[in-house]
């Protein structure tokens, strides 16, 4: 069965950086796109980025372009999110789901299973 587990959430200073992991398992192919989500007090659940783990291409949103990297390790077991430039309003817990297709969407309704989550709290 699929599992997906965040890790690498702390505490930073803004203008720090962190990188968060994801570990994957239970997949039968590579032919499936797993999304950074984040969730903040008060807010819904925003998508951050996604990668197509068989082709790696990449989608952000816009208020973390040019600041976060999401990549894929060789084994394509893990997904790191290389958040850069962190500001107070990047904290939240955040989450990683696949939605088991080829679909570059931020949308979590279209998220069949998640992560439960690391928290990041960006603050001096």
């Known amino acids: 069965q699929v599992q997906l587990v965040e890790s690498g959430g702390g505490l930073v200073q803004p203008g720090g950086s962190l990188t968060l992991s994801c570990a994957a398992s239970?997949?039968?192919?590579?032919?499936?796109?797993i999304g950074w989500f984040r969730q903040s007090p008060g807010k819904e659940r925003e998508g951050i980025s996604c990668?197509?783990?068989?082709?790696?291409?990449?989608e952000y949103a816009d208020s973390v372009k040019g600041r976060f990297t999401i990549s894929t390790d060789g084994t394509k077991n893990t997904v790191y999110l290389q958040m850069n430039n962190l500001k107070p309003e990047d904290t939240g817990l955040y989450y990683c789901?696949?939605?088991?297709?080829?679909?570059?969407?931020?949308?979590?309704?279209?998220?069949?299973?998640w992560g439960r989550g690391t928290q990041v709290t960006v603050s001096s």
């Open positions: 239970g997949f039968t192919n590579y032919y499936y796109t």
């Open positions: 990668i197509d783990i068989s082709e790696s291409t990449t």
């Open positions: 789901a696949t939605n088991l297709r080829q679909d570059l969407s931020l949308l979590p309704k279209e998220y069949d299973y």
